[in-house]
Nanobody
Framework: VQLQAYGGGLAQAGGSLRLSCAAS????????MGWFRQTPGKEREFVAT????????YYADSVKGRFTISRDNAKNTVYLQMNSLKPEDTAVYYC?????????????????WGKGTLVTVSS
């Protein structure tokens, strides 16, 4: 599967952005999808993940209550709605896919990655 993330940009603290990730192929619903982020000099960290049906979601504590992950299997797209943004949310955001039903929060367990999209939050 090929993934393309977009929707990043500049936002003010307290503002919102929505990231989208479009996937190629006909088996999108067979993949657990996730969002991760990375800042220079740091490891890629888990942000959110969603089950194949969209019925289960998991979030990093740092974004819980502010970010919402969702998916539209008919459109082969996963979203990350980011509200109440903070400067510490500034990072390159990546979407990722894992074949099967097992939900993971570790970047090394994901199978496919899209190119990142930069989110910058100004104070």
């Amino acid at each position: 599967v090929q993934l393309q993330a977009y929707g990043g940009g500049l936002a003010q603290a307290g503002g919102s952005l929505r990231l989208s990730c479009a996937a190629s192929g006909r088996t999108f619903s067979s993949y657990v999808m996730g969002w991760f982020r990375q800042t220079p000099g740091k490891e890629r960290e888990f942000v959110a993940t969603i089950s194949r049906s969209g019925g289960s979601t998991y979030y990093a504590d740092s974004v819980k209550g502010r970010f919402t992950i969702s998916r539209d299997n008919a459109k082969n797209t996963v979203y990350l709605q980011m509200n109440s943004l903070k400067p510490e949310d500034t990072a390159v955001y990546y979407c990722a896919a894992r074949w099967g039903q097992i939900i993971v929060v570790v970047s090394t367990e994901m199978d496919y990655w899209g190119k990142g999209t930069l989110v910058t939050v100004s104070s």
